[in-house]
């Protein structure tokens, strides 16, 4: 134990972590800048190649950062698994997602615990951030790897702390974040805690892995309740014709017990969409139906149909039907200023719209173009004559560098989900949610 402390403490422990995604490469970062050599694992070859030739391909991460640090030999990737062997820290950051039938599919974090067990040897720390239900961390990763000869707390310490990074977010980066970390009984909690603090300054210790586990999902969900909250409010206040936005931003002048949440085309990313059904999935394993969040989530989920919906009034009052109508999606991935367009509404919008066979182009200055979810088309150009030509131009996604004046002045009709042309209210052709 202490061998690994005077490591850590030193800085000369090998630190590898698995998956080098949204999660794991900022973090792999960190680590390095400090001072740790640090391998990446993944199973992306492109992703291998793009780091060892110095590159970032996450917007957060500069390119400058990963060339300094690949030159210093102080960050690499690798797809050899056996090096996890040479690791004296292992960070899993494997994506959790959901399965089609809405269950959770762990399958990531088993083939790494399958990696990592051929690989453990005495003396090395395990960690997993990918978020999970809670349970994962014993139920699946200790019994694969107490399996064998070596102790856990012992020879080897396993611990959970959820990844709280925000993409996109200038103000809070990964060692900003206070981290909270669970161990498998003290020994292993004090270790992932002296483990963290070499980068964080706030590293906060819980009594087990499945308070750490749950910590997580009940920050996620807290958010994904608070989202379909408004979001309902939203289907309301259009109804009562009132404006959701006005009521917002005079609500959140109360400087105590309120917390402002706003209403949007619907969740997407990897984390809102997926972790409360995580955390609804394990209550059913115990008898418990978690009811609010399974009505948030289905509240969240319409909204794309309801963007569809508010799409077609706008053109019934111009005596247009969407049937053959032209609409140009503008903002495609699932938040501003990031190019991640998993889970992300907009998908299902487009799909929506062409079902009900409109004409559909997208502007997006992050996807030059996609082939996801069956669906495979190129930007187009934000141009005066595109917006002219729309029937209809929705904003998705409110990205800072889009020139919104530009559409304001040449659409015929815009459907807002964002609230980003408030500056422009009274514009007799926006309509918002
Ligand atoms: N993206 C976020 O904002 C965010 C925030 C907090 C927590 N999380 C959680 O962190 C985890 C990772 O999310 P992400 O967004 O970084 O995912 P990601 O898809 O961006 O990255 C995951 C990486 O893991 C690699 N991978 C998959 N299986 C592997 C294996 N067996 N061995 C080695 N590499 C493997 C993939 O190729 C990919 O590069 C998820 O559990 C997610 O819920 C994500």
């Not at 974040?177 to 292993?188: A, T, W, Y």
């Not at 008898?287 to 399974?294: D, N, S, T």
Request: aromatic letters at 6%; one cysteine or more; charged letters at 25%.
């Amino acid at each position: 134990m202490d061998k690994l402390k005077q490591k850590i403490s030193g800085k000369t422990a090998n630190i590898g972590i698995i998956g080098l995604g949204y999660v794991g490469l900022p973090l792999a970062v960190e680590f390095a800048k400090v001072g740790f050599t640090v391998t990446g694992f993944d199973t992306d070859n492109k992703k291998v190649s793009e780091i060892n030739k110095g590159f970032s391909y996450i917007l957060d991460v500069p390119t400058a950062d990963v060339k300094q640090l690949v030159s210093a030999k102080k960050l690499s990737a690798t797809l050899d698994s056996k090096l996890l062997n040479k690791m004296d820290v292992i960070i899993i950051c494997v994506p959790t997602p959901l399965r089609k039938t809405k269950e959770p599919d762990i399958s990531f974090i088993l083939a790494a615990t399958e990696d990592i067990a051929a690989n453990l040897r005495k003396g090395q720390l395990i960690i997993l951030e990918s978020t999970t239900y809670p349970g994962t961390t014993e139920e699946v990763i200790l019994t694969k790897l107490g399996a064998d000869s070596l102790k856990v707390g012992e020879d080897f310490w396993l611990a959970f702390s959820p990844e709280r990074v925000d993409p996109g977010n200038p103000k809070y980066k990964t060692k900003d974040i206070p981290k909270v970390v669970g161990g498998v009984g003290e020994k292993c909690t004090e270790m992932a805690r002296l483990f963290y603090s070499q980068i964080i300054k706030e590293v906060i210790p819980v009594s087990s892995t499945r308070s750490a586990e749950m910590v997580k999902l009940l920050e996620n969900t807290f958010r994904a309740v608070n989202i379909g909250l408004i979001n309902e409010l939203a289907l309301l206040c259009n109804k009562m014709n009132l404006d959701i936005w006005e009521i917002i931003e005079a609500a959140k002048t109360k400087p105590f017990g309120f917390m402002p949440f706003y209403p949007g085309p619907g969740l997407g990313g990897h984390c809102l969409p997926c972790d409360p059904i995580y955390l609804s999935w394990k209550a059913r394993t115990h008898g418990f139906e978690a009811r609010l969040i399974e009505l948030a989530a289905e509240i969240n989920s319409y909204m794309p149909h309801y963007v569809v919906d508010r799409v077609m009034e706008g053109l019934n009052n111009k005596r247009k039907a969407l049937k053959g109508s032209k609409i140009l999606v503008v903002g495609i991935t699932y938040k501003k200023d990031i190019n991640d367009l998993r889970e992300s509404p907009s998908l299902t919008i487009i799909h929506s719209l062409i079902e009900k066979e409109a004409k559909v182009n997208y502007h997006d200055p992050l996807i030059k173009s996609f082939d996801a979810d069956g669906l495979n088309m190129k930007s187009s150009d934000l141009t005066k004559e595109i917006i002219s030509s729309s029937d209809c131009v929705v904003i998705v996604t409110d990205h800072s560098s889009v020139d919104y004046k530009l559409i304001v002045d040449h659409a015929d009709l815009v459907l807002d989900t964002r609230n980003v042309l408030k500056k422009f209210k009274g514009a007799k052709n926006i309509i918002t949610l």
